[in-house]
């Protein structure tokens, strides 16, 4: 039986891979947008006191419905596109896995195709999620974005979001080829390559990325956090494989840039995580090991790396909860060294704030 077009999504992949990267702290009120089956929305119940949740498809909000009366919660179903039936309204957190694939813009089945050409679905989300967040609210969203040639991936969904006001982390899981791309979702609906009429869709969907200039399909998760300040924007790219749940790591994040911009680093005492190790790689060289690189990593959260120089590995080693502030151990080490202190200065605030916001060592 071939998929119907108002199919609703059982638990998929994806559906896991959202309440994995969910954050579990509690909240008073949570939108999940485009429900499907309910799953999120049961599932933010468990850490909210209000949950509403939509969909545009009214099977969905009849099995959403279905599924929130068996685990006996109370769940506000609205229909409606987007963000139309809550409209005015603001909510602590957003979830939302919506149908970001990127096409031409043709809906073949509504949990997964927008109607919207290329990223467009992901674009509307991202661009409008931190109008409908309280202050301080935090949305938690699966996205994906097209890799243009002659673009960096990073500006484009950074251009979605406004100046002022959000603060966004954005995870890039994986990169899909557009041939690939195309293939897996129509197998994904049932259809088969093979068929003429398929393989004549698949010609226009990689046709249309060709004209479009698209080289690949990015996919991953996107979290926001409504302030009153000025955007921060971080879009990376982590796509090696780690096992931790980011939910609760994207909440870190957040709080590891409050504390950036309200300190100055220089006057502050740092120690290194208990998760972070230092690694150093030697290749064999001409008069035994040569040191090729230096870098520190955090076994924990998404496994972030940053390299090094012997300089960097001596500050961090350095550093104590009991210890000296950041400037004067660096003026230690360019002393100790011979270094430029200005220069050792002005290195190691960027470092160090890059370690900040990555976890790697935190203030004491
Ligand atoms: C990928 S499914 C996700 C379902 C469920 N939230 C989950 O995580 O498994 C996307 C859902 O968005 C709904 N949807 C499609 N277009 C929509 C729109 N314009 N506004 C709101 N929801 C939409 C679909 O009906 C579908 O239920």
Redesign the pocket.
Known sequence: VPTRPDH??G??Q??LS?LQATPTDRVGSVL??????G??AIRAADHADEVTA????PR?LTLAAASAALNEIDIDLLEG??FEPVAGRTFDRIVA???FVVSAGRVEH???D?GLDLDGASRLMISQAAEHLNPGGTAAMLASWVHVEGEDWRTRVASWLPSHGVDAWIVQRDVADPALYVGTWLRDGDADQREPEVAVRAEQWLDHFEEQGVEGVGFGFVYLRRTDLPSDVMAEDLRHAFTDALGDEAIDYFRRLDWLRTHEVLDARFAVRPDTALERVHLPGEDGWDQVVVRVHRSGGPAWQHEVDDLAAALLGGMRADGLPLGDLVSLLAAAHGEDEDDLLTQSVGLVHGLVRHGLIEPV
């Not at 999940?32 to 089956?37: E, F």
């Not at 939509?54 to 498809?57: A, C, K, L, S």
């Open positions: 609703v999504l638990v998929g994806a559906s959202l999940d947008l485009g429900t499907g089956c799953v999120q939509t969909d545009i498809n969905c596109s987007w896995n919506p149908p509504s949990y997964r927008s």
